[in-house]
């Protein structure tokens, strides 16, 4: 296999497999690989995490393997910072460089490995999805009943919204279920990397057991693949608190009491749901739904564009109006002076 030209730094990294990347290697070992800089690219790397994860003060270590089953070690420092979805058998893709730590040639590569400064996705793999549903299946947890909202005996209804950092779902909820003066929206921001640290959380809010139900919406896709993990899944089916998706596609939706399209569509069935148990009408003048959504969202700021659009169009007419005024005088005046000029030719 031929050496491969540099890449242009304008250019997307290039995309190599752990098998081209060794060919390129063993083909290139005596001194031509470093001369031309090849391992000095950078490249995007994909493959299944098939090992353990080991985080340290300095960075986090794993192994990657190919389709082909080789195998790859991987390191993100710890100034690349934090990534969720880093979990075993994860497909995840990858961007960064190859480094060479040992020149000691053995043990099937082990002396080089992928620093990666970017995780560009993860994913759980759907070997590994299929063994978390037929575990979650054998443990009956799949056929659990689902637990049902309460509305009765109670002066609000305290609703735990779980979403990532940069959401505003908590507050586009929070905007749509304050005028039922029913409703107390409180607000988590996602801020972990492993699934233990999602168990931790639910598991904290189920036993405090302050909130009446758990909403988990507009989950990043990095994040959302912490709640497709068995130790999550398992977290979610045993707790005693209602727990709510709206994260799209996700493990999770099997587990949950409820299952919702997205942040909007959780709140409109929670209002339903509470007029429904106070025997009351459906007389919302507008509930969002995937095709008025953020319609609803914007309708005061849509009301005062066409408010600004309306003030703009009577200013315009006014102007309009006051030209035609103009000329109208002007077109008098001149007539005023072509009937005095007729006068004077005539007695002339």
């Given at each position: 296999?031929?050496?491969?030209?540099?890449?242009?730094?304008?250019?997307e990294?290039?995309?190599?497999?752990?098998?081209?990347?060794?060919?390129?290697?063993?083909?290139?070992?005596?001194g031509?690989?470093?001369?031309?800089?090849?391992?000095?690219?950078?490249?995007?790397?994909?493959?299944?995490?098939?090992?353990?994860?080991?985080?340290?003060?300095?960075?986090?270590?794993?192994?990657?393997?190919?389709?082909?089953?080789?195998?790859?070690?991987?390191?993100?420092?710890?100034?690349?910072?934090?990534?969720?979805?880093?979990?075993?058998?994860?497909?995840?893709?990858?961007?960064?460089?190859?480094?060479?730590?040992?020149?000691?040639?053995?043990?099937?590569?082990?002396?080089i490995?992928?620093?990666?400064?970017?995780?560009?996705?993860?994913?759980?793999?759907?070997?590994?999805?299929?063994?978390?549903?037929?575990?979650?299946?054998?443990?009956?947890?799949?056929?659990?009943?689902?637990?049902?909202?309460?509305?009765?005996?109670?002066?609000?209804?305290?609703?735990?919204?779980?979403?990532?950092?940069?959401?505003?779902?908590?507050?586009?909820i929070?905007?749509?279920?304050?005028?039922?003066?029913?409703?107390?929206?409180?607000?988590?921001?996602?801020d972990?990397?492993k699934?233990?640290?999602?168990v931790?959380?639910?598991?904290?809010?189920?036993?405090?057991?302050?909130?009446?139900?758990?909403?988990?919406?507009?989950?990043?896709?990095?994040?959302?693949?912490l709640?497709?993990?068995?130790?999550?899944?398992?977290?979610?089916?045993?707790?005693?608190?209602?727990?709510?998706t709206?994260?799209?596609?996700?493990?999770?939706?099997?587990?949950?009491?409820?299952?919702?399209?997205?942040?909007?569509?959780?709140?409109?069935?929670?209002?339903?749901?509470?007029?429904?148990?106070?025997?009351q009408?459906?007389?919302?003048?507008?509930?969002?739904?995937?095709?008025?959504?953020?319609?609803?969202?914007?309708?005061n700021?849509?009301k005062?564009?066409?408010?600004?659009?309306?003030s703009?169009?009577?200013?315009?007419?006014?102007?309009?109006?006051?030209?035609i005024?103009?000329?109208?005088?002007?077109?008098?005046?001149?007539?005023?002076?072509?009937?005095?000029?007729?006068?004077?030719?005539?007695?002339?």
């Open positions: 296999m031929a050496v491969k030209e540099p890449i242009n730094v304008n250019k990294a290039e995309k190599i497999s752990i098998d081209e990347f060794r060919s390129l290697f063993m083909q290139n070992m005596k031509s690989f470093f001369r031309n800089d090849a391992i000095k690219r950078s490249y995007i790397l994909e493959g299944t995490i098939c090992s353990d994860i080991e985080r340290h003060k300095y960075g986090t270590n794993f192994k990657i393997q190919s389709d082909e089953g080789s195998i790859m070690n991987v390191f993100i420092p710890k100034k690349a910072g934090n990534f969720s979805g880093i979990e075993p058998g994860n497909r995840i893709n990858l961007y960064g460089m190859f480094n060479i730590y040992d020149n000691n040639i053995e043990n099937q590569f082990n002396f490995e992928f620093k990666a400064s970017r995780v560009i996705d993860s994913n759980v793999g759907s070997n590994k999805k299929e063994s978390i549903l037929s575990l979650l299946n054998e443990r009956g947890l799949l056929e659990t009943s689902k637990k049902t909202l309460s509305f009765d005996n109670m002066d609000f209804f305290k609703l735990m919204v779980i979403s990532s950092k940069d959401s505003k779902a908590s507050a586009e929070d905007n749509y279920l304050k005028s039922s003066g029913f409703f107390e929206v409180s607000s988590h921001y996602i972990a990397y699934s233990d640290d999602i931790e959380l639910l598991q904290s809010l189920d036993k405090n057991k302050y909130y009446d139900a758990i909403l988990i919406t507009d989950v990043d896709c990095l994040e959302r693949n709640f497709d993990e068995l130790n999550v899944l398992e977290t979610i089916s045993q707790m005693q608190t209602p727990v709510i709206a994260m799209g596609r996700s493990l999770a939706d099997e587990v949950a009491d409820m299952v919702e399209d997205g942040p909007l569509t959780a709140a409109r069935m929670l209002l339903y749901s509470y007029k429904e148990s106070k025997g009408g459906d007389d919302s003048p507008l509930f969002p739904n995937e095709h008025n959504t953020n319609l609803f969202i914007t309708l700021q849509e005062e564009d066409l408010e600004r659009k309306l703009s169009v009577i200013r315009d007419n006014t102007n309009l109006a006051f030209k005024r103009k000329q109208q005088r002007f077109m008098i005046i001149l007539a005023f002076i072509a009937i005095i000029s007729i006068i004077i030719n005539f007695i002339k």
